[in-house]
C-alpha cells in the first residue's frame, strides 16, 4: 500500500508565494477592474540585454545544423561555463577549480536539495527569517518535528533582529548544517567579513557545514563587504556556496544556477573531496543538466559586455530600491535594507501583524507586498517588499501608498 511522504502534512502553510497568489487573486474577484501593484515576489521585469540575447539565440542556431547540435551534455553543466563561473570567482581572489563549479537550473533547486548528501540527523540551523526553502526542504526530508506555534521542533532558529541588525552570531550549541543568506532576503541585510568569519570559525571548529546562498551578490554596492563566503580564509573548507543568474541577469524565467562545492571540504567521516564526489554523485542521478541554450545565454551574461548590460538592470532595480526606501521615509515608517540589496524590510504600524499589514496595504492601496512571519516568527512584525519591478509600477505603487495608505497618526 502506498502511503505519502507524511513530512509533507507538517509544513505549517502552503509555500509562502503562491499563498500571496492566492490571497492576490481573491481580492481581484471581488475588486474587478482595479489594478494592483506588485512588489510581493522578487521577480525580474526588465527585459535582457542584447549581448545575453544573442548568446541564446546562437545556442538555439547551433541546434539546427547537425555538426553544432547537442543532446544530453554534461550533468554538472558544459565546461566553458564551468571556467568562466571559476574565472568570475578568480576576480574576487577566489581560485576555485572548474570541478568546483556545479551548473544547475538554478540557486531554489539546489538549496533544497543540497541537504539530501547529509546525515539524516544532522541538526539544521537557518536564519530567522529566512528563505522559507531552507526550512521546508528539511521539513519535507524528516529533519524536524511538528511545527508548534510558529517553530518546528529540532531546527535552531539563529534570530535576527533590529538589536543585531539583522545579522546573528553563530549558534552557541553544536549544529551540523548552517543556512546563511547575504545579501539577505528578507532583510537586504549584508554579512560583513569579521561576522562571516565567526560563522566559518565554527563552522571549522565543530565540522559543521555553511550552506551560504549568495544569489543576490551582485546587488551588494559597498566594496568592502564579501560577495562570497569564499573570500573569508579558511571558508572552502566548510562552506558550499549557491548562486544564481535569475537576479544578476534577469534569467528568473531563462533559469540557471550554480553551486560550488569545494574539494577541501571535509566534514565528520568524509574527507577531501568526498563532499564533492557525493554532490556530483547526486546531480548526475537526478538532474540531466541545464538547458544547452541557457548555457549559452550564461556564458554571454558573464562575458564583459553581458556584465556591463546586467549592471544596468541591477542598477535600474537599485533606483526603484531608493524610490521606495524614499517613500517609506517620508512617511516616516522605519526600514532597513535596500541599500546593499533588493528588498525593502519595513517594520509594521504597531498593533497590526504582517497579514494584517498585507490586508491593509492591499485594500487600501492596491499594493501587494510579502509578510514578514512567512519568512519565520522573527519575521512577524516586519513586511517585505521588493524593488524588482517595472519603474511606473513603482512609482505608482509609492503614489498610492503616499495617498492611501492610512496610519495612525493621521
Ligand atoms: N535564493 C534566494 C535567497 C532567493 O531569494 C531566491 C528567489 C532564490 C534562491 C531562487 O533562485 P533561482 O535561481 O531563481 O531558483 N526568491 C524570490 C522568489 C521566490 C521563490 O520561491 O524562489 C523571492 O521573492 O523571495
Not at 8 to 34: H, S, W
Not at 196 to 212: H, M, S
Not at 213 to 221: K, L, N, R, T
Not at 231 to 255: M, Q
Request: net charge negative; hydrophobic share 40%.
Amino acid at each position: 500500500m502506498a502511503r505519502i511522504n507524511e513530512n509533507y502534512d507538517k509544513l505549517a502553510a502552503g509555500y509562502l508565494f503562491p499563498e500571496i497568489a492566492k490571497r492576490t487573486k481573491a481580492f481581484l474577484e471581488k475588486n474587478p477592474g482595479v489594478e494592483v501593484l506588485r512588489l510581493g515576489i522578487g521577480n525580474t521585469t526588465e527585459p535582457l540585454g542584447p549581448v545575453v540575447i544573442d548568446g541564446l539565440k546562437k545556442g538555439v542556431e547551433k541546434l539546427s545544423k547537425v555538426e553544432t547540435y547537442t543532446g544530453y551534455g554534461d550533468e554538472q553543466g558544459n565546461a566553458p561555463l564551468r571556467e568562466a563561473i571559476a574565472k568570475m570567482y578568480e576576480k574576487r581572489g577566489v581560485v576555485l577549480a572548474a570541478d568546483e563549479v556545479f551548473v544547475s537550473d538554478g540557486a531554489k533547486p539546489d538549496s533544497a536539495n543540497i541537504q539530501s548528501i547529509f546525515s539524516h540527523d544532522s541538526i539544521i540551523a537557518v536564519q530567522d527569517p529566512a528563505y522559507p526553502v531552507y526550512v521546508d526542504s528539511n521539513v519535507i526530508a524528516g529533519r524536524t518535528g511538528k511545527n508548534e506555534s510558529g517553530t518546528y521542533n529540532g531546527l535552531v532558529y539563529m534570530e535576527c533582529n533590529e538589536e543585531n541588525s539583522f545579522f546573528p552570531k553563530a549558534p552557541d550549541q553544536k549544529v551540523d548544517l548552517i543556512y546563511l543568506c547575504s545579501p539577505n532576503n528578507p532583510t537586504g541585510a549584508v554579512a560583513t567579513k569579521e561576522q562571516l568569519k565567526e560563522f566559518v570559525d565554527y563552522a571549522i571548529a565543530n565540522k559543521a557545514v555553511i550552506i551560504f546562498d549568495s544569489a543576490y551578490s551582485e546587488f551588494i554596492a559597498d566594496d568592502s563587504l564579501p560577495r562570497s563566503i569564499f573570500e573569508i580564509e579558511g571558508a572552502k573548507k566548510c562552506a558550499i556556496e549557491i548562486n544564481s543568474f535569475s537576479k544578476s541577469a534577469g534569467f528568473t524565467g531563462v533559469r540557471l544556477g550554480w553551486s560550488i562545492v569545494p574539494k577541501q571540504l571535509v566534514i565528520e567521516g568524509a574527507l577531501e573531496g568526498k563532499v564533492n564526489a557525493l554532490w556530483n554523485r547526486r546531480q548526475t542521478t537526478m538532474f540531466n543538466g541545464a538547458s544547452n541554450i541557457v548555457q549559452d545565454g550564461g556564458l554571454a551574461a558573464l562575458s564583459e559586455q553581458g556584465l556591463k548590460e546586467n549592471r544596468q538592470v541591477i542598477d535600474y532595480y537599485m533606483e526603484n530600491a531608493r524610490i521606495i526606501k524614499d517613500c517609506l521615509d517620508n512617511l516616516k515608517i522605519k526600514n532597513y535594507g535596500g541599500v546593499n540589496a533588493p528588498y525593502i524590510w519595513m517594520k509594521v504600524p504597531t498593533g497590526l501583524s504582517s497579514w494584517d499589514f498585507f490586508n491593509k496595504l492591499l485594500e487600501e492601496c492596491h499594493v501587494v507586498g510579502t509578510p514578514g512571519s512567512g519568512f519565520g516568527p522573527a519575521g512577524e512584525g516586519f513586511f517585505r517588499l521588493s524593488a524588482f519591478g517595472h519603474r511606473k509600477n513603482i512609482e505608482k505603487a509609492v503614489a498610492s501608498l503616499k495617498a492611501n495608505l492610512k496610519l495612525e497618526s493621521d
